[in-house]
């Protein structure tokens, strides 16, 4: 059972920047797809970007050029670096993985974190 610990949100004005962490409690190198999801009241959970094993990246139309997925196996982490926020990026974000190779085009995984809160403001 892989656990998952979310960490950086909170709250901005439009147009600015947040980190998010996800710290893995096992070697990330055997979690071959890592992911980032957001949920908004009342709407489905989204798939906002995911990350597999070599590094290959897939983004939602949304936060493409705005958003950047990345992975330290060395740290068992993965990261959601998000610029130039919009207030309809307000959601909570969660951390999920799967242990599978099949990982760009997959929407479920196995685990997920608690997940946290982002705002952004206007």
């Known amino acids: 059972q892989v656990q998952l610990v979310e960490s950086g949100g909170g709250s901005v004005q439009a147009g600015g920047s947040l980190r998010l962490s996800c710290a893995a409690s096992?070697?990330?190198?055997?979690?071959?797809?890592m992911a980032w999801f957001r949920q908004v009241p009342g709407k489905e959970r989204e798939r906002v970007a995911v990350?597999?094993?070599?590094?290959?990246?897939r983004y939602v139309d949304s936060v493409k050029g705005r958003f950047t997925i990345s992975r330290d196996n060395a740290k068992n982490a993965q990261y959601l670096q998000m610029n130039s926020l919009r207030p309809e990026d307000t959601a909570i974000y969660y951390c999920?993985?799967?242990?599978?190779?099949?990982?760009?085009?997959?929407?479920?995984?196995?685990?997920w974190g608690q997940g946290t809160q982002v705002t952004v403001s206007s």
């Open positions: 999920a993985a799967v242990r599978s190779i099949i990982c760009l085009g997959r929407t479920n995984f196995d685990y």
């Open positions: 990350i597999d094993s070599n590094g290959f990246t």
């Open positions: 096992e070697y990330t190198y055997s979690i071959l797809c």
